[in-house]
């Protein structure tokens, strides 16, 4: 069973950069998509983006500026960058995969809550 | 950007209804669709892909139809677990968006 978990500071000062990680277990990183989504507390699901194994990234074109996503095969892990964060950006970051040819998200990680405050 | 709404936004029904969930998109997506369950506090669950296609381990009390701009997820005989909001997700195309959601409660 594929299990993904989220890791990284749960405070981030405003207009800082907010860095996170997503660790595969279970499972493998090569041939399938790799996504990044959050949801502001009480709020909707919002989709960031993904990177397939090979590096190719899809962003949100919203926040396509700010965005960078990484994918490290050997460590199982791949990561997002989000530069110049304001408290907009304040929700709970999920990693997720998604088949080729499919991009339903079909496993998730557990979430991790991201405050950005000074 | 092809807009993503989902009506109602929130339902109240018994145990045992019948409830059918609205998803449309402001483009035609073909069958491009998912469905999620969100229960308070906890991840997103894949409920349905492919607009119709039930993901293993869903109940056979869920289906999903539609294609084109208009999607349906029916709930046939409401259990209490079954309280959660419900999103759809599009993915032809980025961004891969999701619905507003709605929230079903069990009277």
């Known amino acids: 069973q594929v299990q993904l978990q989220e890791s990284g500071p749960g405070l981030v000062k405003p207009s800082e950069t907010l860095s996170l990680t997503c660790t595969v277990s279970?499972?493998?990183?090569?041939?399938?998509?790799w996504s990044w989504i959050r949801q502001p507390p009480g709020r909707a699901l919002e989709w960031i983006g993904y990177i397939y194994n090979s590096g190719s990234t899809s962003y949100n074109p919203s926040l396509k500026s700010r965005v960078t996503m990484s994918v490290d095969t050997s460590k199982k892990q791949f990561s997002l960058r989000l530069t110049s964060v304001t408290a907009a950006d304040t929700a709970v970051y999920y990693c997720?995969?998604?088949?080729?040819?499919?991009?339903?998200?079909?496993?998730w990680g557990q979430g991790i809550l991201v405050s950005v405050s000074s | 950007d092809v807009q993503v709404t989902q009506s109602p936004s929130s339902l109240s029904a018994s145990v045992g209804d019948r409830v059918t969930l609205t998803c449309r998109t402001s483009q035609g997506i073909l069958n491009y669709l998912a469905w999620y369950q969100q229960k308070p506090g906890r991840v997103p669950e894949l409920l349905v892909y492919?607009?119709?296609t039930l993901q293993l381990g869903v109940p056979s009390r869920f289906s999903g139809s539609g294609s084109g701009t208009h999607f349906t997820l029916i709930i046939e005989n409401l259990q209490p677990e079954d309280a959660a909001t419900y999103y759809c997700q599009k993915y032809n195309s980025a961004p891969q968006t999701f619905g507003p959601g709605t929230k079903v409660e069990i009277k």
């Open positions: 279970g499972g493998s990183i090569n041939t399938y998509f």
């Open positions: 997720a995969r998604h088949v080729p040819g499919g991009s339903w998200n079909d496993f």
């Open positions: 492919s607009a119709s």
